[in-house]
Structures are given as C-alpha cells and as structure tokens.
T-cell receptor, first 114, second 110 residues
Framework: SAVISQKPSRDICQRGTSLTIQCQVD?????MFWYRQQPGQSLTLIAT?????????ESGFVIDKFPISRPNLTFSTLTVSNMSPEDSSIYLC???????????FGQGTRLTVV | SQQGEEDPQALSIQEGENATMNCSYK?????LQWYRQNSGRGLVHLIL?????REKHSGRLRVTLDTSKKSSSLLITASRAADTASYFC??????????FGGGTRLMVKP
C-alpha cells in the first residue's frame, strides 16, 4: 500500500493567479497520476507524471496550463496556472505500483476560483 | 479518456436493504475496480476483479464481471448509513491508465 499526503486540502484563489499542489508518497512508486474532478462529476485524467522527464498529458490538457514536476519517485507537483472559475474542481493525486494493481489516492485539493 | 457508464446515477435506500450499482465499458480490459469516495475526498479502493474472473466477494461486497456484455455490478448487502458515499468503477485496458465511470451516489437512510 501507499500513503499519500496531498496539500493544500483546499484553497480559494483569485482568477488569474496560479496554485501549486503537492503530492508526497511514503514509498517509491513508478506510476503517479493527476486527476481533476469537476463538481458532481467523475474523475478525468490530466496527466501521468514521469520521473525526470516531461509529463504525459491527456487530450484537452496542456503543459502551459497544468505544468507538472516529478523530481523523484516519491514527490510530484501540479500547478494550475492563470486560473479561471472554470478551474474550480477537486484535484487528486494517485499512484499505482503496476497495471494490475489498485490505485491509491491523496485526499484531494478542493480549489475554488473567484 | 472515454469514461465508462454507471447506473443508477443516484440511489436512495433504507438501512438493511441491498444496493446494486452497474457499470458498463466499451473496450477490452485487464481488470475492473470499484472505488468509494466520501464527500468529495480521496477515493478508497474496494475491490479488483480480473478479466478472467466472473465474481468476487469481500465482506458485504459482491462484484460480478461479464466481459461478453462489457459490464460489471457491485452489490452491497445489508447496507448501513455509513455506506453513504459515491461509488465509481474504473477499468484498466492497455497500459497503466485507469478510466473511471460516471459514479453512483448512494444514500442509505437510517
């Protein structure tokens, strides 16, 4: 299993500003992902965070808007840049140890943009 | 990523009753998983069923998988008020990416 510490747990931000979300895992994991969950919706994968290289983004998400860092196998950050009210969502960090294994999630960051 | 579909979207039952949630998907899969989310917090893994399995049990949970129909169901027996949450199916096709269903919001009334 993996224990994930994600922070901040929530924030209220002004439009046009940026917020960086941190994800710390208690063990080394190869696979780390960032998800967005819009109000009342399911989870949508933003990107796969790759250690030591650029993240792999899903369709509809771009690096300029959601820059991701992953300097090592236990830590990653997601930045939500130039925020607008449409970015108000829960952002979730997730890790897996293999393709046939369960995923572990952080507690999420509830972002409100005003 | 194309989401799977879940139904019902919302379900309200009395404590002690059983709750059944269904999930459909569109691609071939390696496994299908069910997760629970309380009040918009992080997801907790409930159960994983592999593509070569048809049924799996864990406590009060029973999951079935029909790969010919590309569907799965989650049954919670003898529900409790503490089971109130959103439940999501997620499937793993090629690669390591999980695709999530739309979710079912379950309310169990005391």
């Amino acid at each position: 299993s993996a224990v994930i510490s994600q922070k901040p747990s929530r924030d209220i931000c002004q439009r046009g500003t940026s917020l960086t979300i941190q994800c710390q895992v208690d063990s080394q994991v190869t696979m780390m992902f960032w998800y967005r969950q819009q109000p009342g919706q399911s989870l949508t994968l933003i990107a796969t965070a790759n250690q030591g290289s650029e993240a792999t983004y899903e369709s509809g998400f771009v690096i300029d808007k959601f820059p991701i860092s992953r300097p090592n196998l236990t830590f990653s950050t997601l930045t939500v840049s130039n925020m607008s009210p449409e970015d108000s969502s829960i952002y979730l960090c997730s890790v897996r140890t293999g393709g046939n294994t369960e995923a572990f999630f952080g507690q999420g960051t509830r972002l409100t943009v005003v | 990523s194309q989401q799977g579909e879940e139904d019902p979207q919302a379900l309200s039952i009395q404590e002690g009753e059983n709750a059944t949630m269904n999930c459909s998907y569109k691609t071939s899969i390696n496994n299908l998983q069910w997760y629970r989310q309380n009040s918009g917090r992080g997801l907790v893994h409930l159960i994983l069923i592999r593509s070569n399995e048809r049924e799996k049990h864990s406590g009060r949970l029973r999951v079935t998988l029909d790969t010919s129909k590309k569907s799965s169901s989650l049954l919670i027996t003898a529900s409790r008020a503490a089971d109130t949450a959103s439940y999501f199916c997620a499937y793993n096709n090629a690669g390591n990416m999980l695709t999530f269903g739309g979710g079912t919001r379950l309310m169990v009334k005391p």
